[in-house]
């Protein structure tokens, strides 16, 4: 096994460690309806009708709900199955028509398990670039590239090397800083082309941490 194969899998023990004990201790029972992220409510403003929306790493489910609000057919993707089983009981209690799969970025059969679209599909990240290894982040846009055909949507939010040195909010767990230019790159070598991009602060502060972003909306060529 190549070093990186093994640097990459013991990551990925942690950082399953982390978010499964995070998500187990943060009950849905009596929880009020989330509010939307800043970027989930943008990239729903950019929707021309209904969609499928995939979402990787959906997390607490919050912009999967509000998509889902709104419309559009939405499959929520963790590799946390407690994170999974929180969100369908949000879905569940909030009666929402939102879809969740268990499963890991690089799993072969997550596109059948994720199933054929009925509308354009967007591909939807926030904050999951930036939480798995450089080499998953190459995983991460091939099955956006499997997922997608011509004109389709990639909508990623990310922090950036700019951001190392600033607060963070949330626990020491994983999160790696990553280079725009690269990222761009190599979505741009899967048939991906840059529609809307922007760094900066401000679009995702959350009490004392203002990270410092970019967001970016790729269209499938």
Not at 1 to 30: F, I, K, L, P
Not at 185 to 196: H, I, M, Q, T
């Amino acid at each position: 096994m190549a070093e990186n194969d093994v640097v990459t899998r013991s990551v990925a023990e942690g950082r399953e460690e982390y978010w499964e004990h995070w998500y187990a201790r943060r009950s849905s029972a009596g929880q009020a309806r989330p509010v939307p992220s800043q970027f989930a409510a943008f990239v729903v403003g950019e929707l021309d009708g209904p969609h499928d929306i995939v979402e990787l790493g959906c997390g607490g489910g919050r912009d999967s709900l509000f998509f889902a609000s709104y419309g559009h057919r939405v499959v929520g993707v963790d590799a946390s199955a407690a994170a999974v089983s929180s969100c369908e009981q949000l879905a569940d209690g909030f009666g929402v028509d939102a879809r969740f799969v268990h499963a890991a970025v690089d799993d072969p059969g997550l596109p059948d398990r994720v199933g054929a679209p009925q509308h354009p599909r967007a591909v939807y990240a926030r904050f999951f670039v930036h939480a798995i290894t450089d080499e998953e982040e190459e995983r991460f846009l091939d099955l956006a590239a499997r997922l997608t055909t011509s004109g389709d949507l990639l909508a990623v939010e990310y922090r950036t090397i700019r951001d190392r040195s600033g607060e963070k909010e949330t626990g020491a767990h994983y999160r790696r800083f990553v280079l725009p230019a690269r990222f761009q790159s190599r979505a741009l070598e899967r048939g991906f082309d840059v529609e809307y991009d922007v760094e900066g602060f401000g679009f995702a502060k959350y009490r004392h941490d203002d990270a410092y972003v970019a967001r970016t909306i790729f269209r499938r060529r």
